[in-house]
């Protein structure tokens, strides 16, 4: 009886570790895509919030150029970015007033993009597996510096 536990162990080893070892790959799965939105999400802004050319007024980059920012590096990450749950990033500017004679009451423009993209996820459950889509969302907001 002294190796019965452990013949047990080995046997509850081998039909509990497959389940919780794809757990980890697809929770690893979703933090490796919330991670990729957020820095795709913040090349975003950042395009957006850069000035273009100092001879041309410093205009704000368009939303198509935004948009091409965040699929490259969504692309760099290995996201497919035609699979994002609104087919374009939603792409929010904040045009504050500027009172740059006030420096207490001084505030800047800033942009908020947000991304979301579905993940699979496969839950075990006790007599088959279930494959669900999760939506991740990722939102950044950056304020424009001088």
Same mark, same amino acid.
């Given at each position: 009886?002294r190796? /019965?536990?452990?013949v047990?162990?080995?046997?509850l080893l081998?039909l509990?570790?497959p389940p919780v070892?794809?757990?980890?790959?697809?929770?690893?799965r979703a933090?490796?895509?919330?991670?990729?939105?957020?820095?795709?999400g913040?090349?975003g802004?950042r395009?957006?919030l850069?000035?273009t050319?100092?001879t041309?007024?410093?205009t704000?980059? @368009?939303?198509?150029t935004?948009?091409?920012?965040?699929?490259q590096?969504?692309l760099?990450?290995?996201?497919d970015? @035609?699979k994002?749950?609104s087919?374009?990033?939603?792409?929010t500017r904040?045009n504050?007033?500027q009172?740059t @004679?006030?420096?207490?009451?001084y505030?800047?423009?800033w942009?908020?993009i947000?991304?979301t993209?579905p993940?699979?996820w496969?839950f075990? /459950?006790?007599?088959?597996?279930?494959n669900t889509k999760?939506n991740?969302?990722?939102t950044?907001?950056m304020?424009?510096?001088?």
């Open positions: 009886m190796g /019965q536990e452990l047990e162990f080995a046997f081998v509990a570790f070892l794809v757990g980890i790959v697809w929770v690893g933090v490796s895509v919330y991670q990729a939105l957020g820095r795709a913040r090349e802004a395009i957006a850069a000035p050319c100092a041309c007024g410093d704000p980059a @368009s939303d198509a935004v948009d091409a920012a965040i699929n590096g969504l760099a990450a290995g996201v970015p @035609s994002l749950v087919p374009t990033p939603t792409i904040h504050l007033n009172d @004679s006030d420096p207490t009451n505030k800047a423009p942009v908020t947000t991304l993209y993940v699979n496969i075990f /459950q006790t007599n088959y597996w279930t999760i991740i969302t990722s950044v907001s304020h424009q510096e001088y």
